[in-house]
Structure formats: structure tokens, C-alpha cells
């Protein structure tokens, strides 16, 4: 395992779709964040999971957005009726349980998310 | 108000020379803990190192080390010998046992070194 692998990398849509988005964490970790950087800006918090469970949800996660953890391995993140806003690159981080809060996160390369 | 804030959006540095990159913090929390990553190009958020609240001592990892002023709410990045491949993204971060698991991250600072 080498590390928090994002699929796909690149996305581009038209307004209105849906899409979605996978991610694997590395294999030992429980823990799985995703968050969504736009240009300019540092990555801003969505959602996080521990195992399969989805604890914290940020107010930037409209109903338009759902995140899934099915069996605590890899997480899913979809977004319905795309608007041009939701352009972004989506980050997904993973972290282990141990010694909070000075667990770092280890970020995937991401999926750059373009709505036209 | 912001959890971290980072005033430099842009700093320039000569090759072989330290530079450093600035963060202040907010919170209310006793334990807390303090990260900085490195963003290039092609979008990974790289782990830099890592400051605990309760660290009587700056933390180092090789050419990084984070100058940690508790009082003042600060925890700045020195890079010592700067080198090409240092230009990047840098976002300081912040972690509260207190308020959730999340990140907290800065606006970055895009650190360029010149030749």
C-alpha cells in the first residue's frame, strides 16, 4: 500500500449531472476526511468517517452531496445536479487511530471536479 | 473568526538560504495540535511536520523546523537551505481535541525559490 489513491483524478461535466468519486485510504486507517479545495484557497472540511461510520458533516455538504464508507474501506463521494460552483479539486485524507491530536492526515492527489 | 490564518500569500527566496513562512492560530483548546504541508503543482498534500500543544520543544524534521510561540499563537515554518524543489503551496493546519477531528487549514502561502 503506497499511500491515499483517488479515482479519477480529473472530472469534467456538464451542469446537472451526477458524478462521483472513490477514494482508498491507506489500508491500517480508520479514519477518512474528505475535503474540497478551490483555487487560491486551502481545503476546506466536508465530511469525515470513522470505520464505516460518518461522523462529522460540514454545513458546506448541501443535500446535494452524500458520502458513503461501506465496511470502513473505501469511501465514495457523489454529488447530484452538478452547478458550476461545485468546480473544485476534492481532497480525501485518511489518518490512524492512534495518539489524537497528533495524527497526520496523508492526503490523496485528488479528483479536479470541472462543471461546464 | 479564522482558525488559522496565514499572511503571506507569496514569498520569494534564494536558493540556499532559510526562509520563513508565517501561521497564527485561534483557538480555546488546551490541547491542540499544529501541522504544516506542502501542496506543489501536482495537487498532493505533502506531511511536513507536526507541533503538539503541549511540546516544550520546536519540532525539526530534517530541513523544517516550526517555531512554536504558544503565548503568541504562532507556529511558523523555517526551511533552512532552501532548494528548487522546495517551491510549492505551503498550509499551516490545526488540529482540536476539544471541536471534532476535522483540519483546519490556512489560505497557503506559495513559496518560490530563485535560482
Known amino acids: 500500500d503506497t499511500g491515499v489513491s483517488q479515482d479519477p483524478r480529473h472530472k469534467i461535466t456538464k451542469r446537472g449531472q451526477n458524478v462521483t468519486f472513490r477514494c482508498d485510504p491507506i489500508?491500517?486507517?480508520?479514519?477518512l476526511y474528505w475535503y474540497r479545495q478551490t483555487l487560491g484557497q486551502g481545503p476546506e472540511f466536508l465530511t469525515y468517517?470513522?470505520?464505516?461510520?460518518?461522523?462529522?458533516k460540514s454545513r458546506l455538504l448541501s443535500d446535494r452531496f452524500s458520502a458513503e464508507r461501506p465496511k470502513g474501506s473505501f469511501s465514495t463521494l457523489e454529488i447530484q445536479r452538478t452547478e458550476q460552483g461545485d468546480s473544485a479539486m476534492y481532497l480525501c485524507?485518511?489518518?490512524?487511530?492512534?495518539?489524537?491530536?497528533?495524527?497526520?492526515?496523508?492526503f490523496g492527489q485528488g479528483t479536479r471536479l470541472t462543471v461546464v | 473568526a479564522q482558525k488559522i490564518t496565514q499572511t503571506q500569500p507569496g514569498m520569494f527566496v534564494q536558493e540556499k538560504e532559510a526562509v520563513t513562512l508565517d501561521c497564527t492560530y485561534d483557538?480555546?483548546?488546551?490541547?491542540?495540535?499544529l501541522f504544516w504541508y506542502k501542496q506543489p503543482s501536482s495537487g498532493e498534500m505533502i506531511f511536513l511536520i507536526y507541533q503538539g500543544s503541549y511540546d516544550e520543544q520546536n519540532a525539526t524534521e530534517g530541513r523544517y523546523s516550526l517555531n512554536f510561540q504558544k503565548a503568541r499563537k504562532s507556529a511558523n515554518l523555517v526551511i533552512s537551505a532552501s532548494q528548487l524543489g522546495d517551491s510549492a503551496m505551503y498550509f499551516c493546519?490545526?488540529?482540536?481535541?476539544?471541536?471534532?477531528?476535522?483540519?483546519?487549514f490556512g489560505t497557503g502561502t506559495s513559496l518560490t525559490v530563485i535560482p
Open positions: 493546519a490545526m488540529r482540536e481535541v476539544d471541536t471534532g477531528n476535522q483540519f483546519y
Open positions: 485524507a485518511s489518518s490512524s487511530h492512534a495518539a489524537f491530536p497528533n495524527t497526520e492526515a496523508f
Open positions: 468517517f470513522q470505520n464505516e461510520a460518518q461522523l462529522e
Open positions: 483557538t480555546s483548546d488546551q490541547s491542540y495540535g
Open positions: 489500508s491500517e486507517h480508520n479514519r
